[in-house]
Nanobody, 123 residues
């Protein structure tokens, strides 16, 4: 069983930056593919970024490429999402998720989820 706890959300002005963290329990963190999804009110959950558990390869949604960076610190059982040049349309609840195996762009294959952290970008 893996427990995920997100932190770092908040209110920021457009153009600003935030760094989200997702702390995971468990001894095999490095084996997990880690992902960030987001969900805005009335919208479906959207893939933001992912990082594989083996090679550390990274993947990004089109709307965040060049602005967001995902990374992981296996020694700390933590994955990060550095967000820069934030836009009002980035406003959403951001969720961290994990699965054994390869990265997936759809939320369904992920076995473990955090509770989410709110990010609000004002114009």
């Amino acid at each position: 069983q893996v427990q995920l706890v997100e932190s770092g959300g908040g209110l920021v002005q457009a153009g600003g930056s935030l760094r989200l963290s997702c702390a995971a329990s468990g001894r095999t963190f490095s084996s997990y593919a880690m992902v960030w999804f987001r969900q805005a009110p009335g919208k479906e959950r959207e893939f933001v970024a992912a990082i594989s558990g083996t090679s550390g390869s990274t993947y990004y949604g089109d709307s965040v490429k060049g602005r967001f960076t995902i990374s992981r610190a296996n020694a700390k059982n933590t994955v990060y999402l550095q967000m820069k040049s934030l836009k009002p349309e980035d406003t959403a609840v951001y969720y961290c998720a994990a699965r054994i195996g390869s990265v997936a762009y759809d939320p369904a294959p992920y076995d473990y989820w955090g509770q989410g952290t709110q990010v609000t970008v004002s114009s």
